[in-house]
């Protein structure tokens, strides 16, 4: 059998020792490597001046909690049910009313009442949301504001919201209102309006005031 020298022997194991040194030292820079790689290294940073990544979904703000003010107008604003009358003290619509037109009304409704009529509100005060509701409706059901001004003011100019206008119902009241109102110094203001009444106190001397075609002709609407 053929023996390796010993030189021979000596420079294997060298070899050897080498490849082992060699293999950790490249281990070990791998796995320093991996310690040291900046933990969002998968998503490159969006180049100078370009805009920022939007926010993940789970960031963006939640929405309101509360409904919205359209969905909690009510009683409180001035709503009405169908029933109200003048005499009704259980409804803001009624009772913030201007006093003296409230009077007004209340003593006609008695005159009227020995007639077989009833005055009942249809709608009276109401507070600046639900008149803004209101003309936002008109906007929608008319197409234009212009054409939504004719039958509805802006919460600044109506006079149901100041509390000086009652809308009453039914046909039958308006039409007793017509014909008596002055009386009392109830007037219709606007000619495409039957059932708008407000209080003019001159009228039980002089007589109503010419009417507006609408309320686009009225000067308050445009102050």
């Not at 020298?5 to 080498?18: D, E, G, Q």
């Not at 963006?60 to 409180?76: D, M, N, V």
Request: glycine fraction near 8%; proline fraction near 9%; charged fraction near 20%.
């Amino acid at each position: 059998m053929t023996r390796t020298p010993p030189s021979a022997r000596t420079t294997t194991r060298r070899i050897r020792l080498l490849l082992v040194v060699g293999l950790i030292g490249v281990i070990a820079a791998i796995i320093a490597a991996l310690v040291h790689q900046p933990r969002n290294s998968s998503s490159p940073s969006p180049p100078v001046g370009s805009a920022s990544p939007a926010p993940p979904s789970s960031f963006l703000a939640a929405p309101p909690s509360k409904a919205p003010r359209k969905e909690r107008i009510g009683k409180a604003d001035g709503v009405v049910p169908d029933g109200v009358t003048v005499f009704d003290d259980r409804f803001p619509a009624v009772t913030n009313l201007d006093p003296e037109l409230l009077g007004a009304l209340r003593q006609a409704a008695t005159d009227a009442a020995d007639d077989g009529v009833t005055f009942y509100v249809n709608s009276g005060w109401r507070s600046t949301e639900y008149q803004n509701r209101l003309l936002r409706d008109a906007v929608s059901k008319y197409g234009s504001e212009e054409e939504a001004a004719r039958w509805v003011a802006t919460a600044a100019t109506s006079s149901h919201v100041s509390g000086d206008a009652v809308d009453i119902g039914h046909p039958d009241a308006a039409s007793w209102l017509s014909g008596h109102g002055a009386v009392y110094g109830l007037c219709q203001i606007y000619k495409n309006e039957p059932w708008h009444y407000e209080l003019r106190p001159k009228a039980i001397d002089r007589g109503c005031p010419h009417m507006y075609a609408d309320p686009t002709q009225d000067p308050r609407m445009h102050q």
